[in-house]
C-alpha cells in the first residue's frame, strides 16, 4: 500500500481523495497554487507544496512543478482527481518513468479512449454499440457531404481531441453541413491544437446514460449500474440521478456487462465512465472517461462503495473488495452542481463568501471545499460544491434534495441554487421525463 499521496488537483475533489487517504492510514500532499494558499484542501492535508501563479497552465497543469512536488515530500503516488490531468497521458507517462505511481489507468489506456475515433472504433470491436457515423476523421466536405447522406441528416460534428462540448456542431441539412463542418474544425483547432473532426447521427431526444465500470488491470472488471447526466447546459452537467428513471433492471444488466466484458477484455485499471446516448431503448457509445466522474457519490450512494478507496488498493496492486454478485442496488441517488454563477446568464461570480451553511440529515452528503471567509479565486471552474441525496427510492430523494436545497446556505456570492428550487417544481423532473435538450429548452422559455 502507498504511504503518502500527493493529489494533484484542488477543491472538493481533493478534499473528497484526502479524507479517503485519512481512513485508510495513507499521508496526503495537497498541491496549490499561490491563490490557492488559503484553501480548505490545503489546511486539511498532512502537507502541502506551492506549485506556482494562479494561471493552471503554471500551476495545477505544470507536470514538472507537480512531480518536483512528489519528490520534495517524498510521495509515492499520485491521485489526479477530475479535470486538470487526470486524462493526460504523457503525465501518466512520466510518472511511470519516475516510478511515481498513478492512481488511475495507465498511459495507453487513456491514449487510446482519448481520441474519439480509436476508442469509438476499440468499443465497437469490444461488441459496444456506437452512434451509425464516419469510421474515422473527415478531412473534406465533400467527404462530410457523403457520409452525412448515407447515415441521414440531422448529423452532429465533433472534434476527435474534444471535450466540454467544443468543436461540436449540428447540421440538420446539406446546406448547413459546410458551415457547421468548417466551424468545428476551426473550433477544435483553437480549442485543442488538433481540427480533424468525425461525423456522427445526431438522435432526436436521447438521453444522456453512462454506466460506472471498474477494473482491477488483470481481466476482471465490475460495474456499477449508470447514471443518467441528461440535464445539461451547453453540454455540462448539472443535475445527475442513479439508476435512471428510464432504465429497468433487465436493461441496466444488459449493457452493464457489455461495459464489463469490454473493460476486462483490455485489462482496464481502475475507476472509468462508458457514456451513452440511449433512445428508444438502444444506446450509442459516444466516449469513455478514464478518470473518476464529478458525479461518482451518486453511484457511491447507492451501492455504499467508496471508489476512491477503491482507485487507492487496485493501483497498489491490491485486489478489488467485491465482485459483480456483491454490488446490490439500495434506493435512488440525486446530485446537484452548485456553482458560483449568475443567473440567468451562469456568469462566474467569484468573491468573498460570508456565511456557509451545508445541510444535513439523513441521507445528505455536502461535498465543498468552501468555508466562511473564503475568497473564490477567478482563475478556475465556477464549480463550488455538490449536494448529493440518497432515499430509499425517487420521490423520497426528489424530497430530501428539496428540503436541503432550502437548508444550504452561501452568502456573499450567487450561486445556481435557485436554478435547482425551479427545477424542481417542474412535473417532467418530478416524472423523470426529460432529455438532454430538455434543459436548454427550458432556460430559453423561462428567461426569454
Given at each position: 500500500m502507498f504511504e503518502k499521496i500527493l493529489i494533484a488537483n484542488r477543491g472538493e475533489i481533493a478534499l473528497r481523495v484526502i479524507r479517503a487517504c485519512r481512513e485508510m492510514g495513507i499521508k496526503s500532499v495537497a498541491v496549490h497554487s499561490t491563490a490557492d494558499s488559503d484553501a480548505m484542501h490545503v489546511r486539511m492535508a498532512d502537507e502541502s507544496v506551492c506549485i506556482g501563479p494562479p494561471p493552471s497552465s503554471e500551476s495545477y497543469l505544470s507536470v514538472?512543478?507537480?512531480?518536483?512536488?512528489?519528490?520534495?515530500t517524498g510521495a509515492d503516488a499520485i491521485h489526479p482527481g477530475y479535470g486538470f490531468l487526470s486524462e493526460n497521458a504523457a503525465f501518466v507517462q512520466v510518472l511511470e518513468d519516475h516510478d511515481i505511481g498513478f492512481i488511475g489507468p495507465t498511459a495507453e489506456h487513456i491514449r487510446v479512449m482519448g481520441d474519439k475515433i480509436t476508442a469509438k472504433d476499440t468499443m465497437r470491436r469490444l461488441g459496444v454499440p456506437c452512434v451509425p457515423g464516419s469510421e474515422g476523421g473527415v478531412a473534406t466536405v465533400e467527404e462530410a457531404k457523403r457520409i452525412s447522406a448515407e447515415i441521414g441528416y440531422p448529423v452532429i460534428i465533433k472534434a476527435t481531441a474534444g471535450g466540454g462540448g467544443r468543436g461540436?456542431?449540428?447540421?440538420?441539412?446539406?446546406?448547413?453541413?459546410?458551415?457547421?463542418?468548417?466551424?468545428?474544425?476551426?473550433?477544435?483547432?483553437?480549442?485543442?491544437?488538433?481540427?480533424?473532426?468525425?461525423?456522427?447521427?445526431?438522435?432526436?431526444?436521447?438521453?444522456?446514460?453512462?454506466?460506472?465500470?471498474?477494473?482491477?488491470?488483470?481481466?476482471?472488471?465490475?460495474?456499477?449500474?449508470?447514471?443518467?447526466?441528461?440535464l445539461q447546459r451547453r453540454h455540462q452537467k448539472v443535475f445527475e440521478e442513479a439508476p435512471g428513471p428510464a432504465i429497468d433492471q433487465e436493461t441496466r444488466d444488459r449493457i452493464g456487462k457489455v461495459c464489463a466484458d469490454a473493460v476486462a477484455a483490455i485489462n482496464y485499471i481502475g475507476a472509468g465512465t462508458i457514456e451513452f446516448l440511449y433512445e428508444d431503448g438502444?444506446?450509442?457509445?459516444?466516449?469513455?472517461?478514464?478518470?473518476?466522474?464529478?458525479?461518482?457519490?451518486?453511484?457511491?450512494?447507492?451501492?455504499?462503495?467508496?471508489?476512491?478507496?477503491?482507485?487507492?488498493?487496485?493501483?497498489?496492486?491490491?485486489?478489488?473488495?467485491f465482485e459483480q454478485k456483491d454490488l446490490m442496488?439500495?434506493?435512488?441517488?440525486?446530485?446537484?452542481?452548485?456553482?458560483?454563477?449568475?443567473?440567468?446568464?451562469?456568469?462566474?461570480?467569484?468573491?468573498?463568501?460570508?456565511?456557509?451553511?451545508?445541510?444535513?440529515?439523513?441521507?445528505?452528503?455536502?461535498?465543498?471545499?468552501?468555508?466562511?471567509?473564503?475568497?473564490?479565486?477567478?482563475?478556475?471552474?465556477?464549480?463550488?460544491?455538490?449536494?448529493?441525496?440518497?432515499?430509499?427510492?425517487?420521490?423520497?430523494?426528489?424530497?430530501?434534495?428539496?428540503?436541503?436545497?432550502?437548508?444550504?446556505?452561501?452568502?456573499?456570492?450567487?450561486?445556481?441554487?435557485?436554478?435547482?428550487?425551479?427545477?424542481?417544481?417542474e412535473p417532467d423532473i418530478l416524472k423523470g421525463n426529460y432529455s438532454i435538450h430538455w434543459l436548454e429548452r427550458w432556460l430559453a422559455e423561462t428567461f426569454a
Open positions: 514538472p512543478a507537480i512531480v518536483s512536488a512528489c519528490e520534495i461540436m456542431k449540428v447540421a440538420r441539412d446539406a446546406e448547413a453541413l459546410e458551415v457547421a463542418f468548417r466551424t468545428a474544425r476551426a473550433e477544435s483547432k483553437a480549442a485543442f491544437g488538433n481540427d480533424e473532426v468525425y461525423i456522427e447521427k445526431y438522435l432526436q431526444r436521447p438521453r444522456h446514460i453512462e454506466i460506472q465500470v471498474f477494473g482491477d488491470g488483470k481481466g476482471k472488471a465490475v460495474h456499477l449500474g449508470e447514471r443518467d447526466c441528461s438502444d444506446f450509442y457509445f459516444i466516449e469513455m472517461n478514464t478518470r473518476l466522474q464529478v458525479e461518482h457519490p451518486v453511484t457511491e450512494a447507492i451501492f455504499g462503495v467508496d471508489l476512491v478507496r477503491e482507485q487507492i488498493r487496485v493501483a497498489s496492486g491490491m485486489p478489488m473488495s442496488l439500495n434506493g435512488h441517488a440525486i446530485e446537484v452542481r452548485i456553482n458560483a454563477e449568475k443567473l440567468p446568464n451562469f456568469s462566474p461570480c467569484p468573491g468573498r463568501v460570508n456565511v456557509f451553511h451545508a445541510p444535513g440529515g439523513l441521507g445528505v452528503r455536502m461535498d465543498s471545499a468552501l468555508y466562511a471567509g473564503y475568497t473564490i479565486p477567478p482563475y478556475y471552474d465556477s464549480l463550488i460544491g455538490k449536494l448529493i441525496v440518497h432515499g430509499r427510492d425517487r420521490p423520497e430523494a426528489l424530497a430530501r434534495l428539496k428540503r436541503a436545497l432550502g437548508e444550504l446556505i452561501v452568502d456573499g456570492v450567487d450561486t445556481t441554487v435557485p436554478l435547482f428550487h425551479a427545477l424542481l417544481e
